[in-house]
Nanobody, 124 residues
Framework: QVQLVESGGGLVQAGGSLRLSCAASGRPYSYAGMGWFRQAPGKAREFVAAVGGSGGNTYYADSVKGRFTISRDNAKNTVYLQMNSLKPEDTAVYYC?????????????????WGRGTQVTVSS
């Protein structure tokens, strides 16, 4: 059984930075495409960023492009989301997700395993 555990969320002022981590266990992690999604109160879950199994391919939502960076360390079975220049509209619960394929996807229905999420709150 695959387990994903997010950490690193918190409260930060606008313009600040946070780094989220997602620790994976239970499968050959290095073959899995990974993604970060977020969900604000009253809104649908939305795509943030994705990385392929090798870490060479990445893809970002337009709203975070240039501010967020996704990366992975396959030796540590961990994927990261570095978030800079945070805005109040980035406030949400951030979820890590894993696919059964190495390719990247922005479609949440392409992801099989999900973490429980970590809260990110950006104050103005």
């Amino acid at each position: 059984q695959v387990q994903l555990v997010e950490s690193g969320g918190g409260l930060v002022q606008a313009g600040g930075s946070l780094r989220l981590s997602c620790a994976a266990s239970g499968r050959p992690y290095s073959y899995a495409g990974m993604g970060w999604f977020r969900q604000a109160p009253g809104k649908a879950r939305e795509f943030v960023a994705a990385v392929g199994g090798s870490g060479g391919n990445t893809y970002y939502a337009d709203s975070v492009k240039g501010r967020f960076t996704i990366s992975r360390d396959n030796a540590k079975n961990t994927v990261y989301l570095q978030m800079n220049s945070l805005k109040p509209e980035d406030t949400a619960v951030y979820y890590c997700a894993s696919r059964n394929y190495a390719s990247i996807s922005r479609n949440l229905y392409d992801y099989t395993y999900w973490g429980r999420g970590t809260q990110v709150t950006v104050s103005s």
